[in-house]
Each structure stands twice: as structure tokens, then as C-alpha cells.
């Protein structure tokens, strides 16, 4: 990768800083965060990048690149290739099949994937329910769902939302009502991620009615061949199929799937939370964006001949959203910093999750800016990856709009960016 | 200009409004979304009972002889009902090329047939705002060849008006030799565009035309483009509203919660000023010719910032279901994205807007 594409965009003439630059100054000027690239550390990226370019699949990144999205049996194999190396859960300790990485190899690892365009992994069961797993399941639990997570050999979906319970989770009506050893399960989730092609759903049930709302949900593990479980297809704005509703009927699902104890769902459930928003936030997708819009800025030619790159109104907004993003990345590193020193992260996922998709959409809009005309085409084929002949316009455009309008669901998931402010008012500044 | 719509202008609004509510339900725009590039004939029959293919073409081709803020509250009800017709290349963009350009002889055989309804004419005029990968025109001895972009209207069209890369209109039909066609699903299913490929098809030029006149015809079509995201954008934020009143979250309905209010108010502050930008660049384009270049500029970037910004506030506030099939507010919020790139971008808009005014080179 060249160094320029490693760089903090700045106006022509001043200075460019590039990443190890800053993280120098940042480390340089004191502050509590334990980041200095060592000679391991630069031996660690050679080893990453050898890593990337022997096994991700040419195909995948250029898909990823154009914003298609990757085959599953290329995913699937990406993914046993990175478990095999044993990288396929950055995060998690390394008693249950992490990386053990300290923060700054994590970040060398993020950003060298980035920069390569590898697609990113199905979060449902890495980043949301294996934590859960690992840290509220009990032994059986781990040895059970752990190994099939890391994996891939088991797809996980999340059964969080209702029709009535969005934004008001905890209102959830759901009801598991014990029966012998099992809970009998009937209700409605919605909103469920590739439930279609998931083998397990992590729910949230109501287990006792007359408690608080909060005090009376579990977290079952239901395995989704269960009897008495439909899935119905929610069709988005984007024309495609991502979303479900999920209906349980009588579902008999054995008490030794329940996470933790009976009635406090609520705890675990808000664990998972944090994760996912600060997976939303997606800022190692955003870089690779700033990347790879830059890289069509110079090759987009106006119709006067000049560059879109040429373009200062174009390159400012770029630019005020690159900056957005810096502090967003390194908000992330403060946080691994935060848990690495045993200092709770808090609530500053929702300062994430609503910054991080700010830059999202932003950035989603300055990608229907940049094909002009060519963001109005609809392109099923080209968008699903199973097109044969060229597209109409240039390939990064195909998938601009559909990028834009199904981007809009990334203020309103994992929590809204209005819900997200209430929690900021009332956790952080105590309003 | 007095500053409000007369009386007249209010019934025809008004009887638009009841013939689209009747008669162009959502069911039917969802049906009609899904064959894109076939015209719905019996609701354009209807549309023409209201003189509405007509409205611009004088009398004595047997039009209504209105103008265009006429058409513009016109178009404003088409937003409003996502209504699946071809109003903006057969009723605005087509009939003004052949009232601006056309002789006498093209006049009296085409604007009758399109004042009655009886013909739907596609416009190719994209060219002559951006030209990008190897499309453009290139006019020869009464040919054309190359190829034309995002054309109006496309559908089943009897006759395409095209604009060539030296600012000529064409009239070209859609047997002549040498033409193939191709249709462009886009983003909005309720307005069919497509692909012309020119190969030395024969074309009859329009005698009188200029740089002025296509100038002119990609004015008018911005300026409706704007009344259709105003009226689009007038009713997302009214179903914006209705949901709010209706969905219930923490035991009450979301409406009650300041942050949903003032999202919904936000939306009302930006859009109602946009109403009056719209009525004075339609107007200008009747009545004050040396404003109509820069107001159509004007109302087609604004109202693409103002539809942009209310398509996406009245999604958040429809949370999950807003980006749903099902619910249908989508197609609201892909006619407000059309509308934004059609006829140009407001990037390349605001640009425009800056050389008619001498600020940039």
C-alpha cells in the first residue's frame, strides 16, 4: 500500500501527516494511551499484509470495493482462512480462541484489513453473542457455541426488536414461559438480519410479567430449526432482501439454553449493546471509504476535462468528514485503552454510534455526488454480484444509491441516534 | 405577480389532487412501479380529460394555453402521489421544444396529438448539462449518431425530441433505423428513463432551434423537478407527522417526545419557504425571462437540499418501518433522490447558478 493512502487528507501545501506520524505526537504528547509502533509492531504489519495478500480473495475486495456484496462460500472461506491463522476474533481473549493482540496490533490489524478491502465479518456472532457467551455462558454453553462462531460453520442472527418494542426495548413482549425443563415461546421479532440464512437466533423473551420491564427478560439461545419458528421476508428500500420477521409458535427451547440467570436478560442484553454500537460505528468501513472516494475523485473527470479531485467544494466536504473520522478513530483506541487499563468504556458507545453513522451517511452522500447521473441507475444484478455485462456507468457507481437510501437504517438501528442522545444526556451529563 | 396562487390555479391543484387521490393510490403506484416502462394508459386518459398533456400547448393546438406555474402546482400533486405518469417530457419539456424551436409544420402535426394525450414524447436534452463516458449526440446530414443518457420519459414514446452536442432539438422516431433503445431501471420506479443509441438514424431538425431554446426546455424541466420534490416532500412530511401521532414507544405516542418534534418541525421550516422559491422560478419562467435561467437554477438546487433533508428526517422518524417495501414511503424518498440528479445534480447546479452570475470563471 502506498503511504499517500495512509494519509490524513490536507489542502494542497501544508503539511501531511500520516497515521504513524500523529500516533507518534498523540503518544509523544503523554496522554494515558499505550501506543508507540515498536520494531515488532512494523514486523506485525509486514506479517499482516503477507497474510492479506496470500489469502483474501481478489474477488472479495473487489467486490467489497464497489460495494457488492461478497459471494458466501468466498466469506465463508475468508473466514476459515483467518480462524486457521487464528485471527478471526480480534477482540476476545485468548483462552477462548482470541488473538491475546495488545490495542496497537488490533489497530494495525484493522487498518491493514481496511486498506485491503476485506469485507467485514458477520458481526451477529463475533462481535455480539460470542462476548455474551464468553463472558455470562457457562462451560457447556462455550464449548458448545464458541468453536461454530469463530468458525463460520454457524450463522447467527439477533432477536432483540418487535413491532412494539424499538426504541423502547424493554418493553418486549415475547413470552418463554417455563414448562418442565424447557421454555415455551411465543411472540414476534423484527428487524432480523439474515434470520433467512442464520442456523441460531439470540433472543430476548419476557420470563416474568409482573417484574419492571427490565427485571423480567431473558437471553435464550434458540436454535433455528426448532419447530413452530417462521421467517418471513422484510423487503428494504434497496430493493433486497436483509431483513425478517421472525414468528415463534409454541417454540420448545431447552432451559440449558438460557444465558445466565432467569430475569436478567436485561444485564447481558445492554453488554451486547455497547458492542454493537460500537460495531455500527464502523470506522475502519468509513476509512476505507475516504479511501476509496479519494481515489474516485481523481479518476472522475467533470465534463470540462478537470478531476473531481480538482473540485474544492467536493474535497472540503471530504475532507471535513476524514477529519470527523480521525477523532472518531481515535476515540476507539482511547476506549481499548480505557479496557485494557480496567477503566469502564461506558456510555461513549453512543457518542460512537451516532458519529460513526453521521460520517456513514456523509460519506454515502458525497458517493452519490461524486456519479452525478450515474447514481440514478438501479442495477439488481451488478448490486447482487451476478451481472454479466458491463454496467451502465462506471462499476463504483452501481451500488452509490442503494448504499445512500439503505444507509439511512443506520441512524434508526442498534438503537436510534435520538435514543443514543438521551443516553448521552442522561449518562453523561447526568440530565 | 401577485404573491399566492389565484383562484383558478387553486381548483385546478384541487381537482388534480382528487383525480390522483382516486384514481392513484399507492396500490396502484406499487403496480405500476413494477412495469416501470410501460405507460399506464388509462390513468394518462384520465389526466388528459383534465387537459393536464395540453396544459402548456395553446388553444389553437388544442391545448389549455397555461402556464408554467399551472404546470409547476401541477407537477406538485404528481410529487405529492408519486403519480407513475410521463407529465415532465410529454406535457412540459417536449411541447415547449416544439412551441420554442419546432416550425409551423412540426408545430400543427405533433402538439395536438400531445394536447389530446393521444402520444407520448421522450426528451433527450442530458448531453447538453453533462456529458460524461462517450455519450453526446453528433448531428450529420439529417442523421444523428451516438448516444443519449437518461432520456425523459422514455417509455413506449411515439416520438423523441433530441438535443444534439451543437444545441439542435431532432425529431426522431422510435422505428427509424439505425435506433436501438434501452431501457434504465433507476432508483424511482414511477418514471421511466432509458438509453437511445443513434447510428445514422434519420432526423427531422427543428428549424428554429438554439442554444437559448434547449437552454429554455432544461429550465422549465428543472423547475417542475423542484414542484415534484415540494409536493413529494410536502407529503412525507404529513405522513411524517401521522406516524409520529400514532406509533407508541415508553407508553406514549413518539410525537409527544421533543426530539421527534423537532425533527417533524424542522422539516415544516425548510420546506414551507421552498414553496414560495418554486412559485416565483415557475413564474419567472412565464413572466420575467432575464430571472428564469437563475430562479430555475435556484429552486432546483434548494429544493433537492430541502427534499433530501425532509426524505431522510421523515424516514428517521418512521424508524425501522420507513425503509420497508411495505410501508411505501420509499418510493417518496427515491422520487425526491431522482429528482436531485435529474437535469443535473445541485453541485452542478449551484455552479451554473454562479457563472449566469458572474462569480465564477
Known sequence: ?431 | MEFALSEEQRLLQDSVRRFLEQNSPLDKVRLAAGNTHTVQRSLWAGASELGIPGMLIPEDFGGMGLGFLDAAIVYEMFGRYVAPLPFLGTAVMAPLALMLAGSEAQQEKWLPKIAAGEIIAGVAVTESIGVREGAGVKAGKGTLTGKALFVVDWAEADLYIVADSDHGFHLVLPDAKGLSRRALDTIDKTRSVGELVFDQVSAEPLPRSSADAVARVIDAGRVMLAADTLGAGQMMIEKAVAYAGERKQFGRVIGSFQAVKHLCAEMAAALEPSRSLVWYAAHALDEVPGDARLMACHAKSHLSEVGRFVARTATEVHGGMGFTDLLGLHYWFKRIGFDRQLLGGPELVRLEAAHLQGWAA
Open chain 1, 1 to 431: 500500500m502506498k503511504e499517500a493512502d495512509n494519509s490524513v487528507f490536507c489542502p494542497p501545501g501544508e503539511i501531511h501527516y500520516n497515521k504513524n506520524t500523529i500516533t507518534r505526537i498523540v503518544a509523544a504528547k503523554g496522554q494515558q494511551m499505550d501506543i508507540e509502533l515498536t520494531k515488532e509492531d512494523d514486523a506485525f504489519r509486514a506479517e499482516v499484509r503477507r497474510f492479506i495478500s496470500e489469502k483474501l480473495p481478489r474477488e472479495l475486495a473487489e467486490r467489497e470495493t464497489v460495494g457488492a456484496s461478497g459471494e458466501r462460500g468466498a466469506l465463508r472461506r475468508w473466514q476459515k482462512d483467518l480462524h486457521e491463522k487464528g485471527w478471526v476474533a480480534v477482540n476476545w481473549p485468548r483462552q477462548y480462541g482470541g488473538t491475546g493482540w495488545t490495542p496497537m496490533q488490533k489497530h494495525i490489524f484493522n487498518e491493514e484489513m481496511a486498506a485491503a478491502n476485506a469485507p467485514r465479518l458477520s458481526p451477529f456472532g463475533l462481535s455480539m453473542v460470542g462476548p455474551v457467551i464468553y463472558t455470562f455462558g457457562n462451560e457447556e454453553q462455550k464449548k458448545q457455541h464458541l468453536p461454530g462462531i469463530l468458525s463460520g460453520d454457524v450463522w447467527w442472527c439477533q432477536g432483540y426488536s418487535e413491532p412494539g418494542s424499538g426504541s423502547d426495548l424493554a418493553s418486549l413482549r415475547t413470552r418463554a414461559v417455563r414448562q418442565g425443563d424447557h421454555y415455551i415461546v411465543n411472540g414476534q421479532k423484527i428487524w432480523t438480519s439474515y434470520a433467512h440464512e442464520a442456523d441460531w437466533i439470540f433472543c430476548l423473551v419476557r420470563t416474568d410479567e409482573t417484574a419492571k420491564p427490565q427485571e423480567g427478560i431473558s437471553f435464550l439461545l434458540i436454535d433455528m430449526k426448532t419447530p413452530g419458528i417462521e421467517v418471513k421476508p422484510i423487503i428494504s428500500i434497496d430493493g433486497l432482501h436483509h431483513l425478517n420477521e421472525v414468528f415463534f409458535t409454541d417454540v420448545k427451547v431447552p432451559v440449558t439454553n438460557r444465558i445466565g440467570d432467569e430475569n436478567k436478560g436485561w444485564t447481558y442484553a445492554k453488554f451486547l449493546l455497547v458492542n454493537e454500537r460500537t460495531g455500527i460505528a464502523g470506522v475502519p468501513e468509513s476509512k476505507r471509504k475516504i479511501a476509496h472516494l479519494r481515489k474516485i475523485a481523481r479518476q472522475e473527470r467533470l465534463g470540462d476535462g478537470t478531476a473531481l479531485a480538482d473540485d474544492l467544494a467536493f474535497m472540503t466536504k471530504l475532507s471535513e468528514i476524514e477529519v470527523k473520522l480521525t477523532g472518531l478513530e481515535y476515540t476507539n483506541l482511547r476506549i481499548v485503552a480505557d479496557e485494557v487499563a480496567g477503566r469502564p468504556a461506558g456510555p461513549s458507545s453512543s457518542t460512537l454510534k451516532i458519529v460513526g453513522t453521521e460520517v456513514q451517511q456523509a460519506l454515502s452522500e458525497l458517493a452519490v455526488e461524486a456519479a452525478a447521473f450515474y447514481a440514478m441507475p438501479f442495477q439488481r444484478e451488478h448490486l447482487m454480484g451476478i451481472a454479466n455485462e458491463a454496467p451502465v456507468g462506471p462499476a463504483y457507481a452501481v451500488s452509490v444509491t442503494s448504499a445512500y437510501n439503505f444507509g439511512r437504517a443506520a441512524s434508526i438501528y442498534g438503537g436510534s441516534n435520538e435514543i443514543q442522545r438521551n443516553v448521552i444526556a442522561k449518562a453523561v451529563l447526568g440530565l
